[in-house]
Nanobody, 112 residues
């Protein structure tokens, strides 16, 4: 059983939108700080956004205004709404729980 599972990736056209999801079985999910990262092959993981247990979001500058991080505590789910997607956004996306758990990622492909 996976502790953290990402979903929602796939193919999207440049300029399009996509929503990624991350579900967990974490105890006391509502108290956890949650994160989205992405990582291309051979590269370091790149921080995208964070949302605190108090529902306060923060973003890396490259994603501010295009990506939105939200959470639904009733569903134990973290979301990343991505808009105006660009070819450089095409890579693996991961969620992270502040208890120390990573998902296995979901692939986003941006292509016409």
């Amino acid at each position: 059983q996976l502790y953290v599972v990402e979903s929602g990736g796939g193919l999207v056209q440049p300029g399009g939108s996509m929503r990624l999801s991350c579900t967990t079985v974490a105890q006391s999910f509502a108290t956890h700080t949650l994160y989205w990262y992405r990582q291309a092959p051979g590269q370091q993981r790149e921080w995208i956004a964070t949302i605190t247990s108090g529902n306060t979001p923060s973003y890396a500058g490259a994603f501010l205004g295009r990506f939105t991080i939200t959470r639904d505590n009733a569903k134990n789910t973290l979301y990343l709404q991505m808009t105006d997607l660009k070819p450089e956004d095409a890579t693996m996306y991961y969620c992270y729980d502040n208890e120390g758990y990573w998902g296995r990622g979901t692939q986003v492909t941006v292509s016409s």
